[in-house]
């Protein structure tokens, strides 16, 4: 915990009313918190049902162009003529239903990215009204040993919104491109969507900022509930 005359030090130096200020942005980023937690398993729900859909649609691409190469009419089912017609259509028309489900999944992620959007525009715009004047820039870039600085943090909620921004752009662009035209293309889809994968797997963005996030909050409310505060 940080020592009392530390705190009186802190508070002296910044502008009056920048108490009144870092409590709303504290209250500002523990809701920024809890949405951000909510939007990761949300994110990770769609993103987890998405991979056995993009399976599905592959095989069902592999089997539409297999009919496509068969001799029907040298089998015995080319004494069935309407067969091949009825094939195809039941096949594309799976095909349409699972597009529709990943559209669903797309949108799943939408929302993820619009409600950490909100979120962390409600912090921001908090700061560019009120941060300047009750703060001042020491205020703002202070930091202690197990505390980030209100910039660190500003910086991190934007990297996350960045973060759920692109990967939903990725997301929607590669449905987007695909069309039951182009099996090939659709055939090759687990492949395009485990690299999408991949990159987000490695990026620590989400975790590194909620836990930023959270350091800051739980310092400024112990120094705020501290005696003598």
């Given amino acids: 915990m940080t020592p009392p005359q530390a705190r009186a030090d802190d508070a002296a130096g910044a502008p009056a009313g920048g108490g009144t200020m870092m409590a709303a942005a504290v209250a500002a980023l523990r809701a920024w918190v809890e949405a951000a937690a909510r939007a990761e398993e949300a994110a990770r729900a769609a993103l987890a049902a998405s991979t056995p859909l993009l399976g599905a649609l592959a095989a069902l691409a592999a089997q539409m162009r297999a009919a496509r190469r068969l ?6 089912l080319g004494a069935f003529p ?5 094939l195809w259509q039941k096949q594309r028309g799976a095909a349409e239903a699972l597009l529709e489900q990943l559209g669903g999944r797309r949108e799943e992620l ?6 950490v959007g909100a979120a962390g ?14 703060l001042g820039l020491p205020g703002v870039l202070r930091r202690a040993p197990r505390c980030p600085s209100l910039a660190d943090v500003l910086e991190g909620l934007q990297d996350v919104e960045r973060y759920y921004r692109h990967l939903y752009l990725e997301s929607k662009l590669l449905l987007q491109r695909l069309s039951l035209d182009s099996l090939a293309d659709v055939e090759a889809l687990p492949q395009s969507w485990e690299r999408i994968l991949e990159r987000y797997k490695e990026d620590d963005v989400v975790q590194d900022t909620l836990l930023k996030v959270s350091l800051f909050v739980e310092n400024h409310c112990e120094v705020s509930c501290s005696p003598g505060s």
């Fill in 71 to 76: 001799p029907w009419d040298a089998t015995p």
């Fill in 110 to 115: 939408r929302a993820v990215r619009d409600a």
């Fill in 121 to 134: 525009t409600a912090v921001l715009r908090l700061y560019e009204e009120r941060g300047p004047t009750e």
């Fill in 82 to 86: 309407e067969l091949r017609a009825r």
